[in-house]
């Protein structure tokens, strides 16, 4: 969980799991965030993206390795800026190549169709298929 808000309170916090039930505060992001997604890439790392804010919405990208770093690193921005988009991680079983992939959401009212990828070991996004 990452983030939330309403009205004119917008947070930072961030709080995480890798088994399901036992639930870790995080440091929390540089940025408020609300609508966002956070993926856990592995027991280690952790991507925040998307979300609506006090940039309304945003293309913002975060990283961290919650073992090795308390501060929060931007990756590149996504394409598109967005909010209330489902997100979540894909491997390809035959290559081993991890994805981001967050699909749908929205942008200040209208639904955004179609999705992006962003490629773990190219540190690049990609349009989705």
């Not at 209330?84 to 994805?99: D, F």
């Amino acid at each position: 969980m990452a983030g939330g808000g309403g009205s004119d309170d917008w947070y930072h916090s961030v709080e995480s799991t890798f088994d399901g039930s036992e639930f870790t505060y995080r440091p929390s992001l540089p940025d408020t965030i609300a609508y966002g997604c956070l993926v856990n890439i592995d027991n280690e790392n952790l991507v925040a993206l998307a979300g609506e804010g006090t940039e309304y919405k945003s293309k913002k990208v975060y990283h961290i390795n919650v073992v090795s770093s308390s501060k929060w690193k931007r990756l590149p921005d996504m394409r598109k800026s967005l909010y209330s988009a489902a997100c979540g991680l894909v491997t390809n079983s035959q290559t081993g190549q991890s994805y981001i992939i967050v699909s749908g959401g929205h942008n200040g009212g209208n639904s955004v169709p179609g999705s992006e990828m962003y490629d773990l070991q190219e540190a690049a996004w990609k349009t989705g298929t």
